[in-house]
Each structure stands twice: as C-alpha cells, then as structure tokens.
C-alpha cells in the first residue's frame, strides 16, 4: 500500500515563491508516475503537473511557465516549485502516484493513490 504525505502549503502574497513536497512510502513500482493535483471548494478536483520515472513533465497551461515538478526517485518524492504565484492558484494541493498510466493522466480517476492534501492560500 502506498502513502503519500504532502508538505509545505501555507499563505503567501501574490507574486511570493512556495514548493511543496511529497514523500511516497511503499513500493517504488506504484510510484513510477507522480503529480500533482488541486483543488477549490465546489469544483473538481484539477491536473496541475505531472512527472514519469524518465523526468519527462507535463503541466496544466495555468501554470506553465510558473511551477516546476521534479522528483528524487532514491527518496521517492516529488515537489512542485510555485513561483509568481496568484490569487487564483489558492487551492488544497494533492499529490497524486500510480504505477501506470496509459492514457492522459490529466484525469484524476486514473489515479491510484493520492495524499491528504496541503492548503495553499495567495494573498491579493
């Protein structure tokens, strides 16, 4: 069984810098792909960006150019560096694994495991 613990949410100012941080525990081959995910009171849940054993990373085009995803396959985490950041990016952000994924991961039912969740908050 995995578990996916996420770290380092909180409130900042538009414009302010935030990452977050993901530790995976249990087996490595249910984590070959890892994202992120957020969410807002009354919508669904949405892709925010995703990365593969091989490094390759797709992002949603409200964040490209402003967050970055990367990974420790050694540590088995990911993170999700938040620069500029906006008003409209205050969310609960989940990290999100699963072993496989052969169509879009963009999807969240697609998704095995996901984590508690942190709250981000951008100040205006």
Known sequence: QVQL???????????DSLSLSCAASGPTTSTNIMGWFRQTPGKEREFV???NLRGVTDYADSVKGRF????DKAKN???LQMN??????TAVYYCAADPLITTTPRLPRLWDYWGQGTQVTVSS
């Open 68 to 71: 970055t995803i990367s990974r």
């Open 5 to 15: 613990v996420e770290s380092g949410g909180g409130l900042v100012q538009a414009g």
């Open 49 to 51: 960006a995703v990365i």
């Open 77 to 79: 985490m990911v993170y």
């Open 84 to 89: 500029s950041l906006k008003p409209e990016d």
